[in-house]
């Protein structure tokens, strides 16, 4: 199954003085731009081309038999998984829905599985890798809110995680990239929750060059290091080691470019016979605003916008890594065993067109959720609507135990569009691969697995989502709450979940001209409740809260909220807050240079 590498993506170390064309053209092989000049024509031929699967309908006109590999055969379905998490991916930044930015990987590999058409997560970071984790939404754990620096919360300890459970089931579990879960104690950092190795940051965010947040050194220096290789389970205190070698100011120091080196490296060295869960949070395309120049230079004909331009550059260094990492588990022989699930933790930031922030950039660095309205940090459809797919050919041998022989064979472009919500993956990857899910005791889980369904296109098994359980502002009146829910195709907004500070402005249409001329909101924030039929109107633009005739869908949606809200933790410190700190190292840099590490 081997074959010699070709690097597509693998960038000369003389990075910031090639070109385009110097950096992506491959012997024997059509050139790879990272931008594109694309028509209206040709936009619309690609919208045409896609609207037969728009309904969610399989064209299925074959019959095939499917070879099972090694992780699939002698009656077992144990195949490599992979799960990327990409860091405020804008619903409308891969080339595959008309976007400027090229990214051919992404695009490949949802066009070889099943793209997930309605599927849901939380308006910020930890709160999606909560329930991504822990099958359970966050407000059952205080996980409802986003902590950077020395804030001392985590993600509760009687809480079983997806490594736990397929660990059991044997898997040989590693992540790399960003955790965002906790660290005030070594228990809560990811090789004491079933992950064998870790390699990444600790934090909410961290600059991509020298891997740390701002922190006031009284020796002057304003750098701080979160930068962690992690080996062995259990990596505590003697273990766990700041990677200070990882500092520098050129790509190959790019976090990125790190992370997927990392990946790689667990890739090639792993024994194929075992199956390999790979869990890779990437930090693009989050904030600052930082990309090797020739990833950004390379667009500098087609989008004219710095902001997205900028952005664009993110997203085709996670491209580029992502063919490196595919790369690496086919020259493993691994490929062919390999499922892959793709989302991302939120919508793209946008800038604040309307309301009392009106203006500001705030974390915005160029993402657009084109036309979905919103974007991070709020629960509109462009802050909580991913874009999503599970691919590989392990779901084929899947859907053949699941169909009979013969049978047909998902088709290329197929769309599920069943309604999803993160809280759903670890049913969903544990049935796949028969992993028991056994949670601690008084632990209820919130996940439904669309295993099944997704294979064999069926309805969906889910007929509602909690997008939010929050502590109510004083906008509203206390009993009123905040929050977010949906059932069927009815989405009620309630309170103020992130509204008052980002009303659900919507993402222009043509973001590589001026990606901040966002449309304002027309919420005027007077109503406490708005509802929306977020089938018949995804974008969001017409509240149906004041029409007589959804009264009772409503009350429904309310009585919904109310019963969420009973017995829902909100978040809280575990201790006092903690701070970098010196270490002794080797590495010149460990002098000037403090160290997040757990602190209680």
Not at 232 to 241: K, Q, T, W
Not at 563 to 574: D, H, L
Request: hydrophobic share 35%.
């Amino acid at each position: 199954r081997s074959r010699a590498r070709v690097p597509l993506y693998t960038i000369s170390s003389d990075c910031q003085k090639a070109t385009a064309s110097q950096l992506f053209t491959i012997p024997g092989r059509h050139s790879v731009h990272i931008c594109f000049e694309s028509s209206k024509m040709a936009e619309a031929k690609r919208y045409k081309g896609c609207s037969a699967l728009a309904l969610g309908i399989w064209t299925l006109t074959s019959f095939v038999e499917v070879q099972q590999s090694a992780a699939t055969s002698d009656g077992e379905f144990k195949p490599h998984i992979l799960i990327v998490v990409a860091d405020d991916h804008g619903f409308h930044d891969p080339s595959f829905t008309g976007s400027r930015i090229q990214t051919p990987t992404i695009d490949r590999l949802r066009h070889e599985g099943i793209a997930l058409e309605q599927h849901y997560v939380q308006k910020v970071c930890s709160p999606t890798r909560s329930a991504l984790h822990t099958s359970r939404y966050p407000h059952r754990n205080g996980m409802q809110t986003p902590f950077c620096g020395g804030m001392p919360q985590a993600l509760n300890l009687n809480e079983t995680l997806l490594p736990e459970y397929l660990n059991k089931a044997g898997y040989e579990s590693h992540a790399v990239g960003k955790w965002h879960l906790g660290f005030v104690k070594w228990e809560y950092t990811p090789t004491f929750r079933g992950y064998k190795s870790f390699y990444g940051y600790y934090n909410c965010a961290e600059d991509y060059f020298w891997h740390g947040l701002g922190w006031k050194n009284p020796k002057g220096d304003g750098h701080s290091l979160d930068f962690h290789d992690d080996p062995f389970p259990n990596c505590g205190a003697n273990c766990s080691r700041p990677a200070f070698e990882a500092v520098g100011t050129d790509w190959q120091h790019y976090s990125t470019t790190l992370f997927s080196n990392r990946v790689v490296d667990i890739v090639e060295k792993h024994d194929p016979e075992v199956p390999l869960f790979m869990y890779f949070a990437s930090q693009d395309t989050h904030g600052p605003a930082q990309v090797p120049d020739c990833y950004r230079d390379a667009c500098n004909d087609t989008i004219k916008d710095m902001v997205r331009r900028v952005l664009a550059g993110k997203l085709s260094v996670l491209d580029s890594a992502l063919h490196n990492i595919t790369d690496a588990y086919s020259r493993a022989g691994m490929l062919d065993d390999l499922i892959i699930f793709y989302t991302a933790d939120n919508g793209g930031p946008i800038v604040v067109a309307s309301g009392p922030n009106a203006g500001k950039h705030e974390d915005a660095i160029g993402a657009s959720n084109y036309p979905l309205r919103g974007g991070k940090h709020n629960a509109y459809e462009g802050g909580v609507r991913s874009t999503a797919f599970i691919t590989g050919k392990p779901l084929n041998v899947a859907r053949q135990r699941l169909m009979g022989t013969p049978f047909a064979p998902i088709p290329p472009g197929a769309i599920y569009s069943g309604l999803m919500h993160v809280v759903d993956w670890v049913p969903t990857l544990c049935e796949a691969v028969g992993a028991h899910v056994e949670p601690q005791p008084g632990i209820v889980l919130d996940g439904i697995s669309h295993w099944k369904s997704i294979l064999g296109n069926t309805t969906s098994p889910r007929t509602h989502i909690v997008l939010d359980v929050e502590k109510p502002s004083t906008k509203f009146a206390p009993e009123i709450g905040a929050g977010v829910v949906r059932i069927g195709e009815y989405k009620l907004h309630i309170g103020d979940c992130g509204q008052f500070g980002r009303p659900g402005d919507w993402s222009p249409p043509d973001a590589w001209l001026n990606v901040t001329a966002n449309e304002p909101s027309t919420y005027d924030g007077s109503n406490p409740y708005q509802l929306f039929n977020v089938i018949a109107d995804p974008s969001e633009r017409v509240d149906l809260i004041n029409n007589s005739s959804y009264a009772a869908i409503v009350e429904e949606l309310k009585a919904m909220y109310a019963k969420e809200r009973v017995g829902a933790v909100y978040p809280f410190n575990r201790g006092p807050e903690g701070e970098p700190v010196l270490v002794q190292d080797s590495n010149p840099l460990s002098k000037v240079m403090a160290v997040w590490l757990p602190w209680l």
